[in-house]
């Protein structure tokens, strides 16, 4: 596609359910990064693919959070037992491999949990 | 002490004006700087991107590093009304992977 794609675009869910989120990269586009934007911060980094494996996935806040992504392509980020402190906006970024690559952001997904 | 430091604004300018933004860190690993741009409700667009110490010029934009003080700026000449958006400071390590961004600033470009 001609950008990074994330659905939905907006996500209202009750406390202690489980949510998706998706994220479709840029064709041809190895790394896949998940990051999410508190109300008045900058984005925090939560994971980062290279092809279809977690390279690094220090950034996940508790075993609640969890990132798949199987075919090297569409990410899927999946939280159990939403809290409402996991209200934020998900910025999913991609971008060819290699050091110094321009990523390339999604709109995000604004979770709130009611 | 945040490893990236960014006053959060907001600020407003008349159209015209010269804008200066910036971003202090302590990590000294950092050697990737960029700006961002994010509009209300979008993603965070590249504006600049610089490797190490120096300066970039890009249009109306110039991007400034100075390791030594771990210090950031960014410029905007002739300010737009269009250039009113939040703006985001990144910096990255060695890999350049892991982005560790600023707060952000918000700007408001009066007409």
């Known amino acids: 596609g001609a950008g990074v794609s994330q659905t939905p675009s907006n996500k209202v869910t009750e406390k202690g359910k489980y949510v998706e989120l998706r994220c479709d990269p840029i064709?041809?586009?190895?790394?896949l990064y998940w990051y999410r934007q508190s109300l008045g911060q900058g984005p925090e980094f939560l994971i980062y693919f290279q092809g279809t494996g977690a390279a690094d996935d220090s950034g996940l806040p508790n075993d609640r959070f969890f990132a798949v992504r199987p075919e090297g392509s569409v990410s899927t980020l999946k939280i159990q037992r939403t809290e409402r402190g996991d209200s934020a906006v998900y910025l999913c970024?991609?971008?060819?491999?290699?050091?110094?690559?321009?990523?390339?952001f999604g709109q995000g997904t604004r979770l709130t949990v009611v | 002490q945040k490893e990236v430091e960014q006053d959060p604004g907001p600020l407003s300018v008349p159209e015209g004006a010269i804008v200066s933004l910036n971003c202090t860190y302590s990590n000294s690993a950092f050697q990737y700087f960029m700006w961002y741009r994010q509009y209300s409700r979008k993603g965070p667009e590249l504006l600049m991107y610089t490797y190490s110490s120096g300066n970039k010029e890009d249009g109306r934009f110039t991007a400034q590093v100075d390791k030594s003080s771990k210090y950031i700026s960014l410029f905007i000449r002739d300010s737009q009304p269009s250039d009113s958006a939040t703006y985001l400071c990144?910096?990255?390590?060695?890999?350049?992977?892991?982005?560790?961004f600023g707060k952000g600033t918000l700007l408001t470009v009066n007409p």
């Open positions: 970024a991609s971008s060819t491999k290699g050091v110094g690559q321009h990523k390339y």
């Open positions: 990144a910096m990255g390590g060695g890999s350049n992977y892991k982005l560790t």
């Open positions: 064709s041809g586009h190895t790394a």
